[in-house]
C-alpha cells in the first residue's frame, strides 16, 4: 500500500485506551472526563432535538450560537470577531484545526510546531505536502526559546502553532511569551493558527494569554476552541474557530466541502447554555480543586512532578522508579497495576524519552482516590 501517512499507526489514545479497557484499569489515559454534563445543558439540547432542530445547520454554525461566541471573546479578550464572518462552528477542534492547516497550508510550506505536540497537528502538514518545522520546549517548565524560533523561520515558514495552555504539559504561555511571538511575526506573511482548546482551564490565578487579545497576532490567527473540553461533552465532538474575515473566507471554502455543517440540536442547546458566562468561568476553579486533590493524593509516592499550570493533565517524573521506558511503563502499569496513563515520548521531538507520564485527572474523587492508591504501590 502506498500510503500517504507510512509513519502514522493508530493513535496512543485508541491504543492506551484499548490496553486499559482490557485489564479493566484505572483509566487516566485519554483526555475526557468521567462525570456527567451539567443536566441544565443536557435538557437544553433535549429541547432541541425534540423542537425539531434535526436538519441540517447553517454552514458556518448556528447564528445565535456564533453571536454568544463572538459576545464572549470580545468581553473575555477585548477582541470582537464578527459573528457574521469571522467565526465558524466545526466537528471539534480536531476538524477545525485540519481545515485550517488545509486551508492554509501548501506542498513545501514550513510549519512550525513546539515539541511535544498534541499530535493532530503533523499528519495534517503532511497531507497537505507542508514540511514541519519542530523546536523543542525546554526544560521543567517548557518554555519556548524565541531566539531558536527566530532562526527557524525561512521564507517558506507558513504558519507556526501554538497551544497554551498546553496538552500534554500542563504550561502555559505568557503575555511576555505572546508578545514576542506578535514581534517575531510583525512585517511577515506568517499565520499564527492558536489551538487554546484549554482557554477555561487555567490555574492558581493565572490569565488565559489568548492570541486574540493582540493585535498583530489575532489579525494573522485562526484560533481553534472545543466545546468538548469546557463542557464535559468530549463525545459532541463540537468546537469552532475564529480569526479575521479574510482568513475565515478561506477557512469557510474547504470548510463546507470538508463537512458543510455540524450537529445542529447541540448547537442549538449550547447557544443558550453559553450565553450564561458562569457555565465556562467557573471550571478553572472546579478543575484546580481536582489538580489539588489529585497532588495530594499521589503525594509521598515515588513519582515526582510540577503542578500544572492548565489543561486537565498532570505530567510525572518517574526516573526514581525506573530505568524502563516510558511506552513499556505505561504498558506494565496497565497489565501489572491496573493503571492507564499516557507516555510522553509520542508527543515528543525524535520521541525522545524523559522518563514521564501524562495522567488526567479530570476524574471523579472516587477514580481519583483509587488511582492514588495504586500510585502508592508502585
Ligand atoms: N485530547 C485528548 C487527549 O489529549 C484525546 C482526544 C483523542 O483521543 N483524539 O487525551
Redesign the pocket.
Known sequence: MNSKLPHVGT?I??TMGKLAHAHDAVNLS???PNFSPDPKLLQLVAQAVQSDYNQYAPMQGMFSLRETISEKMETLYGKAYHPESELTVTAGA?QGIFTAITTFVKAGDEVIVFKPA?D?YEPAISLNGGTVVPIELKGQEFKVDWAEVNSKITPKTRMVIINTPH??SGTILSKDDMLQLESLLAGTDILLLSDEVYEHLIFDGRIHESAAKFKGLAERSIICASFGKTFHVTGWKLGYVAGPKSLMREFQKVHQYNVFCVNHPMQKGLAQYLKNPEHYLALSAFYEEKRDYFLRAIQGSRFTFTASQGTYFQVVDYSGITEESDIDFSKRLITEHQLAS?PLSVFNLNNADHRQLRF?FAKTKETLDKAAELIHRI
Open positions: 493513535t489514545f485508541t485519554q483526555g475526557f480536531t498534541y493532530c496538552n500534554p499516557i488526567c
